[in-house]
Nanobody
Framework: QVQLVESGGGLVQAGGSLRLTCTVS??????????MGWFRQAPGKEREFVAA???????SYADSVKGRFTISRDNAKNTVNLQMYDLKPADTAVYYC????????????????WGQGTQVTVSS
């Protein structure tokens, strides 16, 4: 039903910026009907909520990224972006894009579909 592909990861220095993109392929229902979220998982850590978006205006962020990250979506292009500024070594993780048919959530189990992730590495 839903396929997601993350891109845009890479290696950056602390304080740098990176823009992640999740490209979504859907069938059966409109992309705009899905809640979308970004999660990340660092080595030895649990998967962590980063940001979620329902429409083009409603957004939610983890406290650790507020003021630095911005989630957005383009329903015409079936994409979700995560613009990251002032990156810190603690942001190093594999970033995953998820889709949910339910309201946006910070709980990863609420998302039915996931991409394979893109690596973000922030050096000090």
């Amino acid at each position: 039903q839903v396929q997601l592909v993350e891109s845009g990861g890479g290696l950056v220095q602390a304080g740098g910026s990176l823009r992640l993109t999740c490209t979504v392929s859907v069938s059966g229902r409109a992309f705009s009907s899905y809640s979308m979220g970004w999660f990340r998982q660092a080595p030895g850590k649990e998967r962590e909520f980063v940001a979620a978006i329902l429409d083009t205006t409603w957004r939610s962020y983890a406290d650790s990224v507020k003021g630095r990250f911005t989630i957005s979506r383009d329903n015409a292009k079936n994409t979700v972006n995560l613009q990251m500024y002032d990156l810190k070594p603690a942001d190093t993780a594999v970033y995953y894009c998820g889709a949910s048919t339910r309201p946006p959530s910070s709980v990863y189990s609420e998302y039915s579909y996931w991409g394979q992730g893109t690596q973000v590495t922030v050096s000090s």
